[in-house]
């Protein structure tokens, strides 16, 4: 697993910088955004929606944390290029002095570039995945200035679906965890012969020091009930702005699986320890279950399952939650998300017992393949960042059980590209399909 995990990361390192390498320093977003392979600029690593508590209270009581800042009282103003910006103050003192400042912007109707006290500090053409930009060093003393402008004037639409939605965003965050952080985590699980579940689980940590810090990293694992099944610590002494992988192996008796007809979530908290003080508490819920594909077939814990899906997208907790439960009493078990989602949607289908295919988004209906930009070389860096985004936000879910490489696109050498790089990172079995493949080798399903 150690081994796994350290190669996924290394891959999309290597990848993320060489996308990151073919995006101009010194073009500024309106320019930058019309040439297919300005994909983004100093956006951070795609990653599980992983909240960050200063405290064990604050982590129970869910909610408010210390660590993570709303931004509100946006001024807009709508440009001659027909963008429009979003203007907010925010003050930078002492109590930032040993965190991160992360901005995280959700949802957006477009591209997004971001700015600081008037300096383009980054951009994204795929703007409504979850983006980040770090500002640590961007940000000055005391009082400053952040703008988000949403572009409709871009060339990336051209793979997007079409619509006319305002030019906003749903919503943006400050991050501020410390600086030996958890970055992300890996958590698969399998079954033995006995029945019971085996966790391994690899936590990411990031170093944003340059110099070398002795961390002690734990882990524990609660039933559905709440009773701690396992737990353990490590120490790690990190290395000069790196990351590195703490893995953990546990095996759960009399487990139990997490189907759509019953679906049993298991709490998982990690935390960090420095000089004797804890540092960071995150937590996410997670399913002990299994997903392998034989003859076509989707097997779950090892039963074959025939799948009717249909699109849904997020829009409120209690209304999403009872459409979800409509959905299943129709027959209905699995939900495509043509488009880049709120993590709140896959957290409900793990509760609600629905199964998900979330989809890169990547939408080019009525294209002839000769002029389709998935067979473009050119497009290649696009189409490669929204799989890898849509991977890396959402694998981590139990109800998550397949991805697509694209919603409705001719297919091409950029979506065979798209499904090699997916499968490399996964070190499941999970499915990689697409649905318009048309019997081509890029397809599980």
Not at 129 to 150: C, G, H, P, W
Not at 256 to 269: A, D, F, G, I
């Amino acid at each position: 697993m150690k081994r796994i995990t350290t190669l996924l990361w290394a891959f999309l390192a290597l990848t993320t910088t060489t996308l990151l390498a073919q995006a101009p320093e010194v073009l500024p977003a309106k320019d930058a955004l019309q040439a297919p392979e300005n994909v983004a600029r100093e956006l951070l690593l795609s990653h599980s929606a992983l909240p960050c508590y200063p405290s064990r209270e604050q982590m129970e009581a869910g909610g408010k944390s210390d660590n993570i800042i709303p931004l509100v009282e946006w001024l807009n103003t709508t440009n001659e290029d027909g963008s429009v910006s979003y203007t907010t103050r925010f003050k930078r003192n002492y109590r930032f002095d040993d965190k991160q400042i992360i901005l995280r912007v959700e949802g957006a109707s477009g591209a997004v570039s971001v700015g600081v006290n008037g300096v383009e500090v980054g951009y994204t053409s795929a703007g409504r995945a979850r983006s980040e930009f770090d500002l640590t060093k961007k940000l000055q003393e005391n009082n400053n200035t952040i703008t988000i402008t949403v572009h409709n004037n871009y060339i990336a639409r051209e793979i997007e679906p079409t619509g006319d939605a305002p030019l906003t965003f749903t919503r943006a965050t400050l991050l501020t965890p410390p600086r030996v952080a958890i970055a992300d985590f890996v958590a698969r699980t399998t079954f033995n012969k006995q029945g019971d579940g085996l966790l391994n689980l690899s936590v990411v940590m990031q170093s944003f020091l340059l110099n070398s810090k002795e961390y002690t990293i734990y882990y524990e694992l609660y039933s559905p009930e709440g009773t701690m099944v396992a737990n353990a610590n490590k120490t790690l002494t990190t290395r000069m702005l790196s990351r590195d992988n703490v893995t953990f192996f546990a095996r759960i008796p009399e487990v139990k699986s997490w189907t759509p007809e019953e679906p049993n979530l298991y709490r998982l908290v990690v935390y960090t320890r420095h000089e004797n003080r804890i540092k960071e508490f995150t937590t996410a819920h997670i399913g002990f279950r299994t997903i392998e594909v034989t003859e076509g077939t989707l097997l779950l814990n090892g039963e074959p399952r025939e799948l009717k899906g249909t699109i849904l997208s997020y829009t409120s907790e209690e209304q999403t939650a009872m459409e979800l439960r409509r959905l299943k009493g129709e027959g209905y078990n699995v939900i495509f998300t043509p488009r880049a989602e709120l993590d709140e949607l896959y957290t409900l289908c793990d509760r609600e017992g629905m199964m998900v295919c979330p989809s890169a988004e990547i939408t080019t209906p009525n294209k002839e393949r000769s002029t389709s930009p998935s067979n473009n070389p050119a497009w290649k860096s696009a189409y490669l960042w929204r799989a890898m985004a849509t991977y890396h936000a959402t694998r981590l879910h139990p109800s998550v059980v397949m991805f697509s490489i694209a919603h409705e696109a001719q297919n091409g050498i950029c979506l065979y590209e798209s499904y090699l790089a997916m499968k490399a990172l996964e070190d499941e079995p999970r499915p990689i399909i697409y649905p318009s493949a048309g019997g081509e080798w890029n397809s599980d399903l």
